[in-house]
C-alpha cells in the first residue's frame, strides 16, 4: 500500500483515535509498529503464528518471548519492533481472531439475506460453528487467555460487534422478529457463550456433532417463542 498522500503516522494515529472516540469504541490493542512492507508483514505474521503453537503446547504463563522469537525464525530486537510486551501480543491475537470470525459471520448473514429467519440463523451458526471447531485447540485457548487478559474495554467493543452482527442479520431476513435487538443479545449469549463454555469445559476434543445439534436446538428454541415482523405465512 502506497504512503502517497497520507498523513504522517502521529497525524494518522491522532485521527483514529479521535474517531473511535466519537464513536464511543475502545482502540484496538497496541501496537509499536504497523508491519507494511511484505518482509516486515512476514516477520510479524511469523510472530503471531510462533505465539499460538507455543501457548497451544505450554501455555500463556510458559510462553516466553525467547522462545517465541525462535520459534517465529526472527530476532529479539523484531519482536519489539511490533510489540511492546508477551500482553501486548497476545491481545492483538485474540483482537485479530475474534474479528476475523464477526467479519466471516457477517459475510454469511449478507449472504442469507431475504431467506426465512431460521434459514438465516442456521447460516450464521453453520459459520460461527464450523470456523472454531476447524482450529479447535485454537479456539480453546482463545477462550481461556480472553478471560485472563482482555480489558472490559475489549469485552464491551467485541461484544457490540457481535451483538450489532446478530442484529442486522435478523433484519436483513423475510421474517425480522419484531424486537431484534433483544433476539440479537440472545442468539449471541447462547451462541457465543455455548461454544467458548464447551471448549472451555471439555477442551478442543469436544463433540462437535452434539454441540452443533445442541445449539441448533437452543436456537430455534428461542426463534420460536419471537413475534415476527412479517411473518411468511401472511404472505402466502
Known amino acids: 500500500m502506497s504512503l502517497g498522500n497520507k498523513p504522517p503516522p502521529g497525524v494518522r494515529l491522532a485521527r ?3 474517531a473511535r472516540a466519537a464513536e464511543g469504541a475502545p482502540p484496538p490493542p497496541a501496537v509499536r509498529r504497523r508491519p507494511r512492507q511484505s518482509r516486515a508483514q512476514a516477520s510479524a505474521q511469523a510472530l503471531q503464528d510462533a505465539f499460538v503453537r507455543v501457548l497451544i503446547e505450554r501455555g500463556y504463563a510458559r510462553t516466553t ?3 517465541l522469537v525462535g520459534v517465529a525464525g526472527v530476532g529479539v530486537g523484531t519482536f519489539y519492533d511490533y510489540f511492546g510486551n508477551k500482553h501486548a501480543l497476545a491481545a492483538f491475537w485474540i483482537h485479530q481472531r475474534v474479528q476475523a470470525l464477526e467479519a466471516a459471520v457477517r459475510e454469511a448473514a449478507a449472504a442469507a439475506t431475504g431467506r426465512p429467519l431460521a434459514d438465516v440463523v442456521d447460516a450464521v451458526l453453520a459459520v460461527q460453528l464450523g470456523t472454531v471447531l476447524q482450529a479447535a485447540p485454537e479456539w480453546a485457548a482463545l477462550f481461556l487467555l480472553e478471560r485472563q487478559i482482555s480489558s472490559i474495554d475489549a ?5 457490540g460487534n457481535w451483538v450489532q452482527m446478530w442484529h442486522s442479520a435478523l433484519l436483513g431476513a423475510a421474517d425480522p422478529p419484531q424486537d431484534a435487538a433483544g433476539a440479537a443479545r440472545m442468539l449471541h ?3 457465543y457463550g455455548w461454544i467458548s463454555q464447551s471448549l472451555l469445559a471439555h477442551g ?3 463433540d462437535a456433532q452434539a454441540l452443533r445439534a445442541s445449539l441448533v436446538q437452543a436456537l430455534h428454541a428461542v426463534l420460536g417463542t419471537l413475534e415476527r415482523e412479517n411473518p411468511i405465512e401472511n404472505r402466502l
Open 189 to 191: 449469549a447462547i451462541s
Open 155 to 159: 469485552f464491551r467493543s467485541h461484544y
Open 65 to 67: 518471548i525467547r522462545e
Open 16 to 18: 483514529g483515535a479521535l
Open 204 to 206: 478442543p476434543g469436544v
